[in-house]
């Protein structure tokens, strides 16, 4: 197991370049379940995630070859069959429950492992299962796998009692090869979906509404292979953008999409970051004195959920009163546990955590729970007086590809090593 060692207190300065979305990519990924031909995905992010995606699809028959020199991903579902994916690894990662949409588009039916919760909530899929049953299919849940199958699968209306993005992308992906017209109501508008659309489109697909919070998808015979470049991941641009803020530096981030930022933009820049546009990136400029304030998260266009951890670890260290209220996730305040190990003032009332800033954080032993806590407390370490160790990293390499490396060119002191102890302690446990 590795961990990352950070010695705080550096300034940073240069540019960084920003991958493409993970969350992009992972359904797009199982959007190519819905050709037999071949598809290509260009400056595709080298993740945990994505790998393991690759292997569930692999693990149903279809050959994937990862070019990571070239960070291209080549994809051939021509002789993919509807066996059971491995278990393991669908349980290994919530994500790939996104091909339940695109395997009951192909076969008809398809039976999957149950997605488990994780730290940051139970994660229910009654949302996509009723988007299912609305286009025909019968549902069977037992002994922990789901079973959704459909002679043919029939458009029809669908409203979405909550904008939910997993819901939205397996929505479509099961609609865009049925019989007729489904219009989808009360969508998730995240950019990742207009990605998806955009990539399933590419493909031959007929779906219109991108960016609005209904989809109408029109069925097609057939879906053909593409070729598609995914959009950048905000929520690195974000992340970076924030050590920016922590370490009160002035960097360049290139791979922005301003419009998909906007919120972050809006929320920094209040807080009084001097942040200049240009095509495709930004100059952000953190050296100001830094003002508190509140942060609700709501589904996009508002502040995104997957910011909010990051977006702690910086207010933990800005003089004053700030409220951050999740409003997405029941249990996304994992990371607020290991930051009062630095010497954060954080308070906890309910779904909201009032923070008392202070001056400066202090270097600990530090644990990352999920994906976007694991970032923060990088963050954090980065501020922090003294030697900040980060251990279970793995969380954090889902999500960012050589986040350290990135760190390390602008100037920033962390380091990947191999944690024994954690290796010994796993030994003796699995003994
Ligand atoms: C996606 O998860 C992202 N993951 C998450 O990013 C992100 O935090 C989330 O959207 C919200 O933006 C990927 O795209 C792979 P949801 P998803 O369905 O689809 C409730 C990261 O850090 N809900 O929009 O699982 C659910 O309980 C990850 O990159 C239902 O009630 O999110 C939650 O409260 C973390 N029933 C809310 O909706 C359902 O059937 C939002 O979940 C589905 C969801």
Same mark, same amino acid.
């Given at each position: ?54 292997? %569930? ?32 690894? +669908? ?45 025909? $299919? ?39 090869? $049925? ?15 207009? !990605? ?31 070729? #598609? ?7 690195? $641009? ?19 999409? #301003? ?6 933009? $809006? ?6 970051? !001097? ?78 955590? %009032? ?39 793995? #969380? ?20 990947? +090593? ?14």
């Amino acid at each position: 197991m590795d961990k990352f060692i950070i010695k705080g207190g550096n300034t940073l300065s240069g540019e960084v370049e920003i991958s493409s979305a993970k969350n992009a990519v992972l359904p797009i990924i199982a959007a190519t379940i819905l050709s037999g031909d071949k598809c290509t995905i260009l400056n595709c992010p080298m993740l945990l995630d994505v790998y393991v995606i690759c292997d %569930v699809l692999r693990s149903l028959g279809a050959k994937v070859e990862i070019e990571s020199k070239n960070s291209t991903v080549n994809i051939d579902t021509s002789n993919l069959s509807d066996n059971k994916p491995c278990g393991d690894l +669908v349980r290994k990662m919530r994500g790939s429950f996104l091909i339940m949409g695109a395997m009951i588009s192909r076969f008809g039916s398809f039976k999957i492992s149950l997605p488990g919760g994780c730290n940051i909530g139970t994660r229910p899929i009654d949302l996509h299962l009723k988007g299912f049953k609305a286009l025909g $299919a019968k549902v069977k849940i037992d002994h922990g796998y789901v079973q959704v199958s459909a002679e043919k699968l029939i458009g029809d209306k669908i409203y979405l009692d909550y904008p939910s993005v997993g819901a939205t992308e397996n929505i479509i992906m099961a609609s865009v090869l $049925a019989k007729g017209e489904t219009i989808i109501e009360n969508v998730a508008q995240e950019p990742e979906i207009g !990605d998806l659309i955009n990539f399933l489109n590419k493909m031959g697909a007929k779906v219109k509404g991108i960016g609005t919070d209904t989809l109408k998808v029109t069925g097609v015979e057939y879906l053909h292979g593409a070729k #598609h470049r995914p959009i950048y991941d905000r929520i690195e $641009a974000g992340t970076f953008m924030i050590a920016a803020g922590i370490t009160r530096s002035k960097m360049k981030i290139n791979g922005i999409n #301003h419009e998909h930022i906007k919120p972050v933009i $809006a929320k920094l820049s209040e807080m009084g970051m !001097d942040i200049q546009l240009y095509n495709n990136g930004l100059i952000i400029d953190g050296r100001n004195e830094l003002k508190p304030i509140d942060i609700k998260t709501m589904p996009y266009p508002g502040f995104p959920t997957d910011m909010q951890p990051q977006m702690m670890s910086l207010l933990s260290c800005v003089l004053g009163t700030s409220v951050v209220t999740e409003t997405i996730f029941e249990n996304r305040f994992m990371h607020i546990a290991e930051l009062k190990r630095m010497g954060a003032n954080i308070k906890i009332d309910g779904r909201s955590a %009032v923070i008392e800033g202070i001056n400066k954080l202090t270097g600990a032993q530090v644990k990352a729970t999920d994906l976007r806590a694991g970032a923060a407390l990088i963050l954090a370490g980065l501020e922090s007086d003294g030697e900040t160790e980060i251990v279970d990293i793995y #969380h954090i390499d889902r999500g960012y590809s050589g986040i350290e490396k990135k760190l390390g060119l602008l100037g920033a002191e962390i380091k990947r +090593v191999k944690d024994s102890s954690l290796d010994e302690e796993l030994k003796v446990k699995n003994q």
